[in-house]
């Protein structure tokens, strides 16, 4: 997972800088969870699809071209300053907070908590959004990525299995299952979780040396499995 630097907001809105106000703080509990229309709705799959393919600075300018009210707009917004491990990340997450989106403000701030390597928060944050939305494999797997890296063994075997039961395919628990059972030295489970999985021998090696780093507890092991991108 890429590192994300938690620091001062880097976009200023107008007359925050005199007050000594956040200038994030007039969004929160704003959001509106209404229906998009039609035309949001196709700009918003656009820069979903752009994310996906890694333009990320692109998809961010059509969030832009969105209402910043739309609660919808403001998680994009949210992940993808994250991703490009921008600061405003964190107030835009923050603000979603008690909405219709919440359950995703959780993860999201979970998720920046890890890049930080500070389980505790994102434990916090992530245990939040699995009790607002139990089955959402995504959350899960993250929760276990934070219990893993606290060793915490079988809570972290415990949402990874919860991860992949509810979605079958969901090859990245799977490979986070495989860190685990190396760390433990179950060669032979973890090489039956390869072969049901279709793991790659790269996927494989990955896990081999997340598991290595994790027997040598540091702060240069943070965030060594595998979280939602």
Same mark, same amino acid.
């Given at each position: ?10 976009? &200023? %809105? ?11 703080? #007039? %969004?929160?509990?704003? #959001?509106?969870?209404?229906? &998009? ?13 752009? #994310?996906?393919?890694? /333009? ?22 949210? /992940? ?7 600061? $405003?990340? $964190? ?12 359950? $995703? ?40 990525? *934070? ?12 949402? @990874?299995?919860? #991860?992949?039961? &509810? /979605? ?35 996927? @494989? ?6 598991? $290595?780093?994790?027997? *040598? ?13």
């Amino acid at each position: 997972m890429k590192a994300m630097i938690a620091g001062a907001c880097l976009l &200023l %809105l107008g007359g925050c800088a005199s007050t000594g106000q956040n200038p994030w703080e #007039a %969004l929160t509990n704003s #959001a509106s969870c209404g229906k &998009l229309s039609s035309d949001q709705q196709l700009s918003l799959n656009l820069a979903d699809d752009m #994310a996906k393919d890694g /333009k990320l600075h692109a998809s961010l300018a059509n969030l832009q071209s969105l209402p910043d009210n739309l609660a919808d707009v403001r998680l994009r917004k949210a /992940k993808v300053y994250r991703l490009l491990g921008r600061s $405003e990340a $964190e107030p835009l997450y923050r603000s979603l907070l008690g909405t219709c989106l919440a359950a $995703e403000a959780e993860h999201g701030l979970g998720q920046l908590a890890a890049a930080r390597s500070d389980y505790g928060q994102a434990q916090a944050h992530l245990q939040r959004a699995a009790r607002l939305a139990p089955t959402d494999e995504k959350i899960r797997n993250d929760l276990g990525v *934070v219990y893993l890296n606290q060793l915490r063994i079988e809570d972290a075997r415990f949402e @990874f299995l919860t #991860a992949m039961e &509810l /979605k079958q395919s969901d090859k990245l628990a799977a490979l986070n299952l495989v860190t685990l059972l190396l760390y433990q030295d179950d060669w032979n489970r973890a090489a039956e979780l390869v072969s049901r999985f279709g793991l790659s021998p790269t996927q @494989f090696s990955e896990a081999q040396s997340r598991a $290595e780093k994790l027997k *040598v507890p540091s702060p240069a092991t943070a965030a060594v499995t595998a979280m939602l991108k």
